[in-house]
């Protein structure tokens, strides 16, 4: 039996009179890691954040742990807000540019929502915390502020930030994008060990490299649908869709 984390359907997305998102479905099981990659302005990002109602579809639904989300005619209801809420409890989310607050330590960045948007206690959250600081190689580095660490180091806090909540779901929108390979690779590999621990993660990425490699399946996004999916070694030896190929071609 399938075990959906997440379930988007038919998410609709324009821009003014640009329509980005074309009706993009998707389903993700526990503990998959999936990739998106396409062409720049192809809608990864816009797609990402409508997962997670950063940005709100015109049409379409998203439902994340059985927390379901429709959206029509682009109306957007107080209602929507509180269940936009609950559902983002469910989801982590790391950018490209980190967004830590800088004039807290590494620590603080990473106690601070279970704290304040879960009321859990500052003994409790500060034990959590620091093990996760741990895992993703930080331990030694708790006190310090963000301006101080490598982007590398940054983007391993971000990660340790968002899975301070305990999401069902990560969502990476670029993670590597703004670092050098050698330390893409410290962030990478963060992302594999969750991967190994059975987490649910959604990457947007431009390293073609991890998605062949790390993912258990790549989505191949061009103008706004997805134009093929599937098995990551079967679509970069052998994509089924032109456009993928060309993408593929020009990209490697
Ligand atoms: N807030 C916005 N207002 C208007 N247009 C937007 C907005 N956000 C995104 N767009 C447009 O939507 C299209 C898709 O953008 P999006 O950021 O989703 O692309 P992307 O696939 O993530 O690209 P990249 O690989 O460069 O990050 C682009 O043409 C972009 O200019
Ligand atoms: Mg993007």
Redesign the pocket.
């Known amino acids: 039996m399938t075990d959906l984390v997440l379930q988007a359907k038919a998410i609709v997305k324009s821009?003014?009179a640009?329509k980005?998102l074309q009706g993009i479905s998707l389903d993700v099981e526990r503990g998959e890691l999936v990739s998106i990659i396409?062409?720049?302005?192809?809608?990864?990002?816009?797609?990402l954040?409508c997962l997670n109602f950063l940005?709100h579809p015109d049409s379409g639904s998203v439902c994340i742990e059985n927390i379901m989300l429709s959206c029509s005619g682009g109306h957007w209801s107080r209602k929507h807000e509180a269940q936009a809420h609950q559902l983002r409890s469910h989801v982590g989310m790391v950018f490209q540019a980190f967004n830590l607050f800088p004039h807290r330590t590494v620590l603080d960045n990473v106690m601070m929502a279970p704290m304040h948007v879960k009321g859990v206690s500052s003994v409790e959250v500060r034990d959590i915390a620091c093990n996760l600081l741990e895992k993703v190689g930080l331990g030694a580095l708790k006190e310090r502020y963000p301006d101080s660490l490598s982007g590398g180091q940054k983007q391993r806090a971000a990660i340790a930030r968002a899975l301070a909540m305990k999401p069902s779901v990560m969502l990476y929108?670029?993670p590597t994008s703004a670092l050098d390979p050698e330390v893409s690779e410290e962030v990478l590999s963060v992302m594999r060990d969750l991967d190994t621990e059975g987490m649910t993660q959604i990457v947007?990425t431009?390293d073609m490299r991890f998605a062949r490699a790390a993912s258990d399946r790549v989505l191949y996004?061009e103008g706004g649908q997805i134009v093929e999916s599937g098995e990551p070694e079967l679509m970069f030896a052998n994509p089924t869709h032109e456009r993928t190929r060309r993408f593929l071609r020009t990209i490697l």
Not at 38 to 47: E, I, N, R, V
Request: hydrophobic fraction near 25%.
């Open positions: 821009f003014g640009n980005i396409g062409p720049s302005g192809c809608g990864k990002s816009t797609f954040r940005e929108d670029e947007v431009h996004i």
